[in-house]
Every structure is written in structure tokens, then in C-alpha cells.
């Protein structure tokens, strides 16, 4: 039995590697980083198969997918993913595909192959994970938070197309906010409070998909988030959320 998990170099899918290994899976990380991997790998009590990769490219998600064609793959979490803090008009164009094409591409192409692969088996795990982002209008962050919201739909629709089915296969989204990652110095973002444990994050977020929950949020406060929002009419979410995102410019932090 093994374990694919995307962006697995640092963060929470560094720690969800970690905590499924102790499980007894066999991992199978990958990246762009290979020094990183390596080190990740030396760190695991079973088998880790190493296989840098950069996802944002279409036809590495296709040859991932392929070398994985005789591996017991039982779980697949799409964790790859970053952010940029920016207006539409500000930001970097090139930058802004490159994010549509980790976050939503890759975990497009990677469900489905390997959601092909698990309900002709008939079991499996497939993880893909979004953020409180999914739920909101994002201004300063208005690309990231598109393509948050698309994992969540797209993850929706998959589990009610395997519930028709009555298929066995799992199908779930992890929609943290705030965490302590590295993603904040890739975004230029901070926050006056202190961001989620990443390693808190990934065991819960581990422990809830065993337990086939369809939508995985960390922490008690932000479980409210999306209750709120759809209370509040678009208007609102949006000046406050432009609001919020002000408070973000800097260097450290996480988008919700």
C-alpha cells in the first residue's frame, strides 16, 4: 500500500508524508526540489520512492502518473500549490499561469488518472487539497483564490458523481486557513496572528480522510468561516475580505 502525496518537500505535505509512513504506508513523494526530497525520504520508517517533478507542466503530471503504474498507490493527496499577494493589474502574468497550472491543472490531470485507477479497483483515497480561500472572494490574492475555489467544486462533484455510483473510492478536499509554511514567503504575505501548526494541520487532515470526511478544516474558529460566508451576501465577503487582505502585504504569512 502506498501513499502519493504532491509539494511534499516542506510544510503540510512534509508532515502528512511523516504521519502516513508511521501508518505503514510506503511513500511516494514528489517536487521540484529534489535535495529536499532526499532529506524527507531519509526521515521515513518505510519504502519512499523519490520523484521530482514539476508539476505545473501537464505532461510531467502524465508521467508521474505513469511510473506509478505498478505501485500499489491507495492514496493520492494533491498538495502542490502557491500563492502570490497582488492585484490583477499588479501582478506577474507569467507568475499567474504558472499558479493555474499547479493549482488547478495538476490536480485536475492527477484525479482524474488516478481516480480512473480507483474505481476500477474499486477503493482508494484521493485528497485534493484547497483552503478557506475556496469559500471567498479574494481580492490581492484574486488568481489564488480562483483556484482554490475550483479544487473545492471540482471536489464536490467528484463525490457526489462516486456517491451516484455507490463506489467505495474516497473522494475529499482539506481547506485549511492560516498555517506556518513556507507558502507565506512564497505569496509575500503576513498576518498579525500566529498561523496553524503545519504539523497539527497534516494529522488532522490524515485522521479525517480515513474517516471520509468530505470537507476537512482544521482549527475551531476556522470551521465558522464558511458558515459565515454563506450567511453574508457577496458584497460584504468581498470589502471585507479586501479588507482582511490588506493586512497581508509583507513577507511571511498564509492565505486563508
Known amino acids: 500500500m502506498a501513499a502519493l502525496i504532491t509539494g511534499a518537500s516542506g510544510g503540510i505535505g512534509y508532515y502528512m508524508a511523516k504521519k502516513l509512513s508511521e ?8 517536487a521540484r526540489n529534489r535535495d529536499k526530497l532526499d532529506r524527507l525520504a531519509s ?9 521530482p517533478a514539476d508539476l505545473s507542466k501537464p505532461e510531467e503530471c502524465i508521467r ?15 498538495n502542490a500549490g502557491f500563492g502570490e499577494f497582488a492585484s490583477l493589474t499588479e501582478g506577474d502574468l507569467e507568475k499567474e499561469i504558472n499558479m493555474i497550472d499547479l493549482n488547478i491543472k495538476a490536480v485536475h490531470i492527477l484525479t482524474k488518472l488516478f ?33 482554490k475555489a475550483y479544487v473545492y467544486r471540482l471536489t464536490m462533484a467528484v463525490r457526489e458523481e462516486l456517491r451516484r455510483h455507490g463506489s467505495r473510492v ?19 504575505v503576513r498576518f498579525a496572528t500566529k498561523g496553524l501548526d503545519p504539523q497539527y494541520c497534516a494529522e488532522y487532515a490524515v485522521e479525517k480522510m480515513f474517516e471520509e470526511k468530505a470537507v476537512i478544516i482544521p482549527g475551531k474558529l476556522e470551521k465558522l468561516l464558511p458558515i459565515i460566508a454563506k450567511l453574508s451576501p457577496e458584497f460584504l465577503q468581498t470589502f471585507f475580505c479586501y479588507e482582511f487582505q490588506k493586512k497581508k502585504g509583507g513577507a511571511q504569512g498564509h492565505s486563508i
Do not use: W
Open 23 to 30: 501508518m505503514g504506508f510506503d511513500i511516494i513523494i514528489t
Open 43 to 51: 526521515e521515513m520508517s518505510t519504502k519512499t520512492i523519490v520523484i
Open 64 to 78: 508521474l502518473h505513469e511510473e506509478l503504474k505498478n505501485e500499489k498507490v491507495e492514496i493520492v493527496i494533491n
Open 115 to 147: 481516480l480512473r485507477d480507483f474505481t476500477q479497483k474499486g477503493y482508494g483515497y484521493i485528497l485534493n487539497v484547497g483552503s478557506l480561500a475556496s469559500f471567498l472572494p479574494g481580492p490581492m490574492m484574486a488568481t489564488y483564490y480562483g483556484t
Open 170 to 188: 474516497y473522494c475529499g478536499v482539506l481547506c485549511p486557513g492560516p498555517v506556518a509554511t513556507n507558502f507565506n514567503n512564497r505569496a509575500g
